[in-house]
């Protein structure tokens, strides 16, 4: 599996972006998509998951009600349209890939597979 992420930039406090997670290769053995950030000196943190269905959503509480991931039927790509930034969202996101089910438990390490990341920045 193959992933690619794009759609990151600078962008200002209160605004929007859309970040895509194109997926290639083996997509029928993907259970779930996350995405996770990473903002210089901290770990990596959950951000939001879905499975390949796209049947459920997870998101965490950071980002309850700004962020939005979804994957449309029959296309091998994931969504995370972001609204009302705040500067503390400024990081890299990365999208991840799940081949065994646990994706919405929001544990990167229990993911496969990687995107490069797309970097995000909120200016106050």
């Known amino acids: 599996v193959q992933l690619q992420a794009s759609g990151g930039g600078l962008v200002e406090a209160g605004g929007s972006l859309r970040l895509s997670c194109a997926a290639s290769?083996?997509?029928?053995?993907?259970?779930?998509i996350g995405w996770f950030r990473q903002a210089p000196g901290k770990e990596r943190e959950f951000v939001a998951a879905?499975?390949?269905?796209?049947?459920?959503?997870y998101y965490a509480e950071s980002v309850k009600g700004r962020f939005t991931i979804s994957r449309y039927s029959g296309k091998n790509s994931v969504f995370l349209q972001m609204n009302s930034l705040k500067p503390e969202d400024t990081a890299v996101y990365y999208c991840?890939?799940?081949?065994?089910?646990?994706?919405?438990?929001?544990?990167?390490?229990?993911?496969?597979?990687w995107g490069q990341g797309t970097l995000v920045t909120v200016s106050s």
């Open positions: 290769g083996r997509t029928f053995t993907i259970y779930g």
């Open positions: 879905i499975p390949w269905s796209g049947s459920a959503t």
């Open positions: 991840a890939a799940d081949l065994s089910g646990d994706y919405y438990k929001g544990n990167p390490e229990t993911y496969d597979y």
